[in-house]
Structures are given as C-alpha cells and as structure tokens.
C-alpha cells in the first residue's frame, strides 16, 4: 500500500513540473524592458506659515494635459508628511503629474502666503517623460 501511495506522489510530482519554455509569452520580457521609474520629490517650502500647518494633500498621474485639468487621473497616492519621494513604475511614454498643499493655519496666514483662503491649497504640476530603463526625476515647485 505504501509503495502505491509513493508511486502516486512521485507520478503527481513529475507531471506537475513544467518545461520553463511552455506557456511563455515571447512579447512577455518586452513590457518590462520599456518600463522607466519616474521619481516625485515632493518638497515645499511655504515662507510665513507656521511650522507643520502646510499638509500634502494630492498627488497624482494623467496621460494628458486635458485630463489633468479635467482631474481624471489613472493613478493617484496616498500622500503622507513623513514622506517626500514618491516613485512610479511606467511604460515609457509622456505622463502629467498634479500636486496640491494644503494650508491649516489660522486667521490670514494662509491668504498672504498666497493660498486664497484658510484651507486653501496650492497646486502644481507639469510635463515629464519617462524613458525606458531609466529614472526620471522631478521635484514640485509650488510659488
């Protein structure tokens, strides 16, 4: 019985390996050549606001300069204070990014520091390209 048993792994063993090459899509390692890294650096440095009541609130990825102005992303991120680079893998091609701050302070700071208003935000954002097999680096400049 035991060596039935034995007989049965070994047998679901073997045909369960398969040959690497079956199944194997040609145009598979392809993608992964054309993909590039875009890397956000997203800094601020905001004059006359006190100190951590200017938040990150938005970052975000179109494939056109009409989408982005219209807010239909294909990829958005959590954005977080405790953190300022922020890296996306993408086939290679011309993408647009959006950032946006938001300003937390009381009173008139945030309108004389050019936000418009308490909790108003400010936004940037452009063109990059991203390259296959390469870093494309771009670092937001809100003014």
């Given at each position: 019985m035991r060596i039935l048993i034995l007989i049965?792994?070994?047998?679901?063993?073997?045909?369960?390996c398969e040959d690497p090459g079956i199944g194997v899509n040609p145009d598979q390692g392809k993608e992964l050549d054309s993909t590039g890294i875009l890397q956000i650096r997203f800094v601020y440095n905001i004059q006359g606001i006190p100190p951590g009541r200017v938040k990150r609130a938005d970052l975000s990825l179109a494939y056109t300069a009409d989408s982005?102005?219209?807010?239909?992303?294909f990829r958005a991120t959590n954005v977080s204070d405790a953190k300022s680079n922020y890296r996306f893998y993408l086939p290679s091609g011309?993408?647009?990014?959006?950032?946006?701050i938001i300003c937390l302070a009381g009173g008139?700071?945030?309108?004389?520091s050019g936000f418009g208003d308490q909790y108003g935000l400010r936004m940037d954002g452009g063109k990059v390209e991203v390259h296959p097999n390469?870093?494309?680096?771009?670092?937001?400049q809100f003014h």
């Open positions: 049965i792994l070994i047998s679901g063993l073997l045909v369960g982005m102005y219209r807010g239909e992303f011309t993408y647009y990014y959006h950032a946006t008139d700071s945030c309108k004389f390469q870093l494309t680096e771009v670092t937001t």
